[in-house]
């Protein structure tokens, strides 16, 4: 008898058990409010030590550490943006998730799935301090501490089966440090080509996932399982390129031969006789003056037949602009009329012969355009340098390339890139350059005129039959007087010896060196061992 | 028995499992809702928060100035400036040219950058201030500082002169950059961009002017005409009110609501003026008022001779744009051969008037806007002028701006007439043209008395328009000529030098 009452018991609380939960779903979770309030956020005079003594673990690093800055204007602006920013991104996370649910969907004998809210609250992630670092690399290290405390309400409703069960995403909390990078700087806007970001610490990710009115990660265990959002701890990082940093420098790219033919039909401008033409060329973003052809003095319908190259950067937006000039021996020179040739017209390797119709300026719309002004015939090619003959595509600075093939064995390259100096004075005069002795070679950087910070940025290269490991390098920053037969021709600024064993050890150094024989003067010199 | 008592254990247990959860839900919901308020509480915190979380120890290093301070930004500027300095250096020469075509003073035929480079100091920002002003807008003060080094050579050719390369050294800016962002519930959220320079505190601009392998004096007055280009360009395009509106993002938005238009009507009587200080050494002085809201249009009285109680009695309409930050200004200036003296200077801001209710006002003369300036305490009179501010209604405000595109198109057809040099002179602008030519040809060959009575005769004006223009050209020369250049440089400040210079050296000037 007990054995059997024993066994009944086991099962009557089985069934008890399941019916007790359905019993206290509906009791207790069932009808829970599903919508999402506002957190009543109660300004910090008003509240009790006690709750302050709470708040402790969370306050911003600016107030702790010295070396973080507050950025509560951003916090600002991001509060105000906030509703925008809200609405915008759901709206786009809707038109995103729609095609991907379409396409799931029949897989799974679902019917339907679809977002029955979507926020992300009221409350906008904040910034509790930023900290950056400055290397002598090119670039920017920004450790932001990143608080979001959300309230967003996520509702997925799913049908399948003829019954309706909904997920609800609510409370959702993400405090991370990450390190964002920008490397490398690159002289065109935006100025940097990639953004590195890699979290410093395992970020705290803290939310409420409902299912069917039921928070699950409120289920004890359960909580450690979702801290798994580790894929970009440092080192690892997520890089997000920008732009083409090959691009950004602007190397060359091509040649453009223009060779101006003639010019027909011509406007008289001279009181006295005919016009004396002569054509400017000018390649558009380009800093170098326009050239000129000879003048054609009296002619109106003059031949020229010169030719002229360009180096072209970019033949998707560059463009030539030629212009014809009436020439005058007095005063200023008069335009006879302009055209221009954007190069993404021209078919590369293949000569082409343009008959330009001469107008006032380029704008469309001016009616003084519709004035003959004559024409000018110009032929063009365009010859992309071909691959081997591009110029070594851009370099990075951090990885330390190899030396070149015919590097004796055991030996290397020494590189030497002089960055910038700071501070260098001269007792008369400050035109710094630097000179580099090593081995009894002398090289020299380009002058700077009348600048105590110069930058030089110039590379030079010592090819070594083996490693320098007892040499140094003499560095010298100096100083030429502008002007000629001075009392004082030349200055030293301050000199740096650098011994070269650690560049042997370490392939790259950068760094600074205070200068000696100066007052606070520092130059930045980096050194690279490059071995087969 | 087994069955029933089993079958309540498991019920108890069941639900109490629930009750569990439930709690632990409510428990953890409550934790993580206190957090974020927390978290936002945090994330603004104020002087009085923070001493009452830290009591005794308050960290030190700690200030709220309302301009928040970005050190982490200049670190970050100053590493990128090379890179940044380099990439602008294009896009200014490409965008700032033409404006300096637009604003380029009679007498010089062109002005282009030769040499651009913005050397190798990074600006600094001295604070960043964000709030709200309006639904919608998020506005951002930047407090902006920078003492450069660039390296600007600009390409001047005057008439009859061969190109000269004039340097612009010494390059000062403080200034308070004000960004308004027009916010869109599109990515990237951003609609349009506002940005204007504030007026108040008045941006300062200085630099030295020096002519490479050469002498400034080789164009007679050249320095100050390239001050007033600056000084024009930049009170007139993007001192506030003045704005300059860059739609972003490609969504597609009216960004008019956002461009400065005419808001209303001040029509302004100058009755009289009392007790005016003599200026001449013989008789009294001839004086004039001029009175105005944007540089670009000024307005001015007759000359009342030997007076210093002199009566007027005009009336002028001026338009307003901003009602709340913009001013009317008068000055009263004395006639005289050479440069006109200023006699007294006086602002009366536009918020301070009634809309629809006329208002007469004695103000007392100043001798400078600026009140670091004034130095002596003399009485200097007082002006007496009647006020009436007219709001516009919206086919009003309509019909103001197409009379100033109007207006400003009239100008520009003149100008490519090659009546007038430039946009800046208004229509009398052609006398004065004239006279700077002969001007300069005076003081070229040395001459410089034949400038003075060039500057007489070139008093042939347009009263009817109701624009009083500003003939610069000669006006420069003349100037010029007074100050005498012995070296070829000039230390000059958009504080001592504003838009008004051109009227308090208006020596040639055109006068009814």
Same mark, same amino acid.
């Given at each position: 008898m007990g054995v059997i009452s024993t066994i009944f018991g086991f099962c009557g609380f089985g069934v008890g058990i399941s019916s007790g939960l359905v019993i206290g779903y509906f009791l207790? =979770?069932?009808?829970?409010?599903?919508d999402v309030k506002n957190p009543e956020i109660r300004p910090? #005079?008003?509240?009790d030590s006690e709750t302050l003594q709470q708040m402790l673990p969370e306050i911003p690093l600016w107030v702790k550490c010295p070396d973080y800055d507050r950025v509560d204007w951003l916090n600002k602006f991001l509060e105000l943006m906030w509703p925008y920013l809200d609405k915008a991104i759901c709206k786009t996370a809707k038109n995103i998730a729609k095609p991907i649910i379409a396409e799931q969907i029949p897989k799974y004998k679902i019917e339907s799935v679809e977002f029955e809210t979507l926020t992300l609250g009221t409350l906008p992630p904040t910034f509790q301090g930023m900290k950056v670092y400055v290397t002598d690399e090119k670039e920017l290290i920004m450790e932001p501490c990143l608080k979001w405390a959300a309230n967003p309400n996520v509702t997925i409703g799913v049908k399948a089966f003829g019954l309706k069960a909904t997920v609800q995403v609510v409370d959702l909390q993400v405090f991370a440090q990450p390190r964002i990078t920008l490397k490398p700087?690159?002289?065109?806007?935006?100025?940097?080509a990639n953004i590195y970001v890699s979290l410093m610490e395992k970020p705290h990710v803290d939310f409420g996932l409902k299912l069917v009115g039921a928070?699950?990660?409120? =289920?004890?265990?359960?909580?450690?399982? #979702?801290? #798994?959002?580790?894929?970009?701890?440092?080192p690892k990082t997520l890089e997000v390129p920008i732009l083409d940093p090959s691009k950004a420098y602007r190397r060359p790219v091509g040649i453009l031969h223009v060779k101006v033919v003639k010019a027909m039909n011509l406007k008289k401008? %001279?009181?006295?006789?005919?016009s004396d033409p002569y054509v400017k060329l000018k390649i558009t973003e380009d800093k170098l003056p326009s050239k000129k052809t000879t003048v054609k003095h009296k002619n109106l319908n003059p031949e020229w037949n010169e030719e002229y190259n360009f180096t072209v950067r970019?033949?998707?937006?560059q463009a030539v602009e030629l212009a014809v000039y009436d020439w005058e021996q007095v005063g200023k020179h008069d335009k006879m009329g302009m055209n221009v040739v954007p190069l993404k017209e021209l078919t590369p390797e293949e000569p082409s012969v343009k008959t330009l119709d001469l107008l006032k300026?380029? %704008?469309?719309?001016?009616?003084?355009?519709?004035?003959s002004r004559g024409q000018l015939v110009v032929e063009f090619i365009y010859k992309p340098f071909k691959e081997e003959d591009l110029?070594?595509?851009?370099?990075?600075?951090q990885t330390v390339q190899k030396a070149p093939e015919n590097t004796p064995a055991g030996g290397g390259l020494l590189v030497v890139i002089v960055h910038e100096a700071q501070d260098v004075e001269g007792k008369h005069h400050t035109n710094p350059y630097a000179r580099i002795l090593f081995r009894g070679e002398e090289r020299k950087t380009k002058h700077v005129k009348?600048?105590? %910070?110069?930058?030089?940025e110039e590379e030079f290269q010592f090819m070594l039959e083996?490693?320098?490991?007892n040499d140094r390098l003499h560095v010298e920053v100096c100083s030429v007087s502008?002007? =000629?037969?001075?009392?004082?021709p030349k200055e030293t600024l301050g000199y740096i010896d650098i011994n070269l064993s650690d560049v042997v050890s370490n392939k790259r150094i950068n760094e600074k060196y205070h200068l000696i024989d100066s007052k606070n003067g520092r130059i930045q010199i980096e050194l690279q061992w490059r071995t087969a | 028995m087994g069955l029933i008592s089993g079958v309540f254990m498991g019920m108890i247990f069941g639900i109490a499992l629930m009750a569990g959860w439930r709690h632990m839900m409510r428990y953890r919901s409550t934790k993580r809702i206190a957090k974020a308020a927390d978290i936002k509480i945090l994330g603004s915190l104020n002087r009085d928060d923070l001493k009452k979380i830290?009591?005794?120890?308050?960290? /030190?290093w700690i200030s709220f100035p309302v301009?928040?301070?970005v050190k982490w930004l200049n670190k970050e500027l100053s590493k990128l400036w090379p890179f940044v300095a380099d990439a602008a250096e294009l896009v200014i020469k490409e965008s700032v040219e033409p404006l300096l075509e637009e604003y380029r003073p009679p007498g010089i035929t062109s002005l282009k950058f030769s040499k651009l480079s913005l050397g190798n100091v990074a600006p600094k920002i001295e604070g960043i201030r964000v709030q709200s002003l309006k639904q919608g807008q998020i506005t951002m003060d930047i407090d902006f500082r920078w003492g450069g080094d660039p390296s600007i050579i600009l390409g001047v050719e005057a008439a009859m002169v061969a190109s000269i390369p004039i340097q612009l050294k010494d390059l000062q800016v403080f200034t308070v950059i004000r960004v308004i962002f027009q916010l869109a519930?599109?990515?990237?959220?951003?609609s349009a961009v506002v940005v204007a320079l504030l007026s108040e505190p008045k941006p300062r601009i200085d630099y030295t002017l020096k002519a490479v392998g050469?002498?400034?004096?080789?164009?007679?007055g050249i320095a100050d005409m390239i001050d007033d280009t600056v000084d024009s360009i930049i009170t007139d395009m993007l001192q506030w009110p003045h704005r300059i509106v860059v739609p972003i993002g490609?969504?597609?938005?009216?960004t008019s609501e956002l461009e400065l238009k005419p808001q209303g009507k001040v029509a302004v009587t100058i009755v009289k003026a009392n007790n005016l200080k003599n200026m001449e050494m013989i008789g009294k002085s001839d004086p004039y008022a001029v009175v105005h809201i944007k540089p670009l249009f000024k307005v001015k009285t007759n000359v009342v001779d030997?007076?210093?109680?002199?009566?007027?009695n005009q009336t002028f309409e001026l338009i307003a744009e901003d009602k709340e930050t913009q001013s009317l200004i008068f000055e009263v200036f004395d006639k005289d051969i050479g440069q006109d003296k200023r006699l007294g200077i006086v602002k009366l801001p536009l918020i301070d008037l009634e809309a629809d209710t006329p208002k007469e006002a004695e103000l007392r003369l100043l001798p400078s806007l600026d009140m670091l300036k004034i130095k002596d305490k003399k009485d200097r009179g007082s002006i007496t002028v009647k006020v009436l501010y007219h709001e516009f209604n919206k086919e009003e405000q309509l019909s103001a701006l197409e009379e100033e595109k109007r207006f400003l198109e009239e100008r520009k057809k003149l100008k490519e007439a090659g009546? /007038?040099?430039?946009?800046?002179?208004? /229509?009398?602008g052609a006398a004065s043209l004239v006279g700077s030519g002969v001007g300069m040809v005076g003081t070229g060959i040395g001459a410089g008395a034949g400038l003075v009575t060039a500057g007489v005769g070139?008093?042939?004006?347009?009263?009817?328009?109701?624009?009083?223009?500003?003939?610069?050209g000669l006006s420069k020369a003349g100037k010029f000529m007074g100050r005498? /250049?012995?070296?070829?440089s000039s230390k000059r400040s958009g504080t001592t030098t504003p838009v008004n210079s051109v009227q308090e050296n208006g020596g040639a000037k055109p006068v009814q």
């Open positions: 207790f =979770i069932y009808f829970q409010p599903t910090l #005079v008003e509240r700087l690159v002289p065109a806007f935006p100025c940097f928070d699950l990660m409120s =289920i004890p265990g359960l909580y450690r399982f #979702v801290q #798994v959002a580790n894929m970009y701890l440092w401008k %001279d009181l006295l006789g005919a970019d033949p998707e937006s300026n380029m %704008d469309l719309n001016d009616g003084q355009n519709e004035k110029p070594k595509s851009f370099e990075e600075s009348k600048n105590r %910070d110069p930058r030089w083996e490693p320098p490991t502008s002007r =000629i037969g001075l009392l004082h | 830290c009591g005794d120890n308050f960290p /030190i301009y928040e301070q519930e599109e990515i990237p959220c951003i050469g002498s400034l004096t080789a164009i007679p490609g969504i597609p938005v009216d030997n007076n210093l109680n002199p009566v007027w009546v /007038i040099g430039s946009t800046m002179d208004a /229509i009398d070139t008093g042939v004006g347009l009263v009817g328009s109701g624009f009083g223009a500003v003939g610069s005498t /250049i012995t070296g070829h």
